[in-house]
């Protein structure tokens, strides 16, 4: 039902348990990069849930083919944008102090921006001229 209130009160709920749970068991071998990882996965959780219970209550007719392509690609991009980030991590050296840490972390966000725009737009994930377009309010 459109005006259900309770099933994605419920699926919050199981969210934030997913998440507490993955967090609190990744962090012990991970750190800090454990809780994010445990976030991601908690995310991955949610947005799969909340598809499975839209498709079945009839909103939305997916099929397993028709989120396979893309799913796959965009996992493609991430591993890609994840080997990037690291090889920058060793070739680009951590600079030293606020601003040197900053131009650092600035260094990596514009490159892993840019490595996921080009590599959206190469593999057709969506149409990046009409995002730019949509951002700019054009």
């Not at 976030?39 to 099929?63: D, E, K, M, P």
Request: aromatic share 10%; charged share 10%.
């Amino acid at each position: 039902c459109i005006r259900d209130r309770v099933t994605p009160v419920k699926i919050a709920i199981a969210t934030l348990v997913m998440n507490v749970i993955a967090s609190l068991t990744l962090m012990p071998h991970f750190g800090h990069v454990g809780i994010a990882a445990g976030t991601a996965i908690s995310g991955w959780f949610n947005a799969l849930l909340q598809l499975y219970i839209v498709q079945r209550q009839g909103f939305i007719a997916l099929s397993l083919r028709t989120l396979a392509t893309p799913l796959l690609k965009g996992l493609g991009l991430g591993v890609l944008m994840l080997l990037v980030l690291q090889g920058y991590e060793y070739v680009v050296p951590f600079g030293n102090g606020f601003f040197g840490h900053f131009a650092w972390m600035i260094g990596a966000i514009l490159l892993g921006l840019s490595l996921f725009t080009v590599g959206a737009d190469r593999l057709q994930l969506f149409d990046v001229r009409q995002v730019v377009k949509k951002f700019l309010g054009r």
